[in-house]
């Protein structure tokens, strides 16, 4: 079999028959598809070795693509297999996604669960902090926040 190379200055353009265009390909190489397009096999986007191999049907509701890293995808519930643990320093619990966790308001402290990730318990009992990596200490009003940044015990006094 012989594979003819040609040399087209202007691009490429197919027609539906009607004289809307439905692909184009520009002499800079730019491809345009107007009408719904159906690709079968590995799709290449960027480099050559940017890759992804699509799944074969589409997900259930409320499911989104995710990448096993080598440009496999598949569709998976987007909370699915996250479990965090909440420790005291010595006993530990696990949380899994369909839990959640109360941090109830009680004597001298609330506690407030911003979209920030970061836990903020106002104590107006505080007589010393001392500030550091993930913890900051407001002098105005006692707050003490803890931002999750890998913080891994707290301990104090009274």
Do not use: H, K
């Amino acid at each position: 079999m012989a594979i003819q190379v040609f040399t087209v200055d202007e691009g490429i353009r197919v027609d539906n028959g009607s004289g809307t265009t439905v692909w184009d390909v520009d002499n800079a190489g730019a491809m345009t598809v107007a009408s719904t397009s159906r690709l079968t096999g590995i799709v290449t986007m960027g480099t050559a070795g940017n890759t992804y191999a699509f799944p074969a049907v589409d997900g259930s509701p409320n499911t989104v693509l995710t990448t096993d890293g080598a440009g496999t995808l598949t569709f998976t519930d987007p909370g699915a297999g996250y479990v965090w643990n909440v420790t005291d320093g010595s006993t530990s619990q696990a949380v899994a996604d369909t839990e959640s966790v109360t941090f109830t308001a009680g004597t001298a402290i609330t506690a407030v669960l911003g979209g920030t990730r970061e836990l903020t318990i106002t104590n107006t009992g505080v007589t010393s902090a001392v500030a550091g990596t993930a913890i900051s200490v407001s002098a105005a009003t006692g707050a003490v926040t803890f931002t999750n940044t890998g913080v891994t015990s707290v301990a104090g006094t009274t």
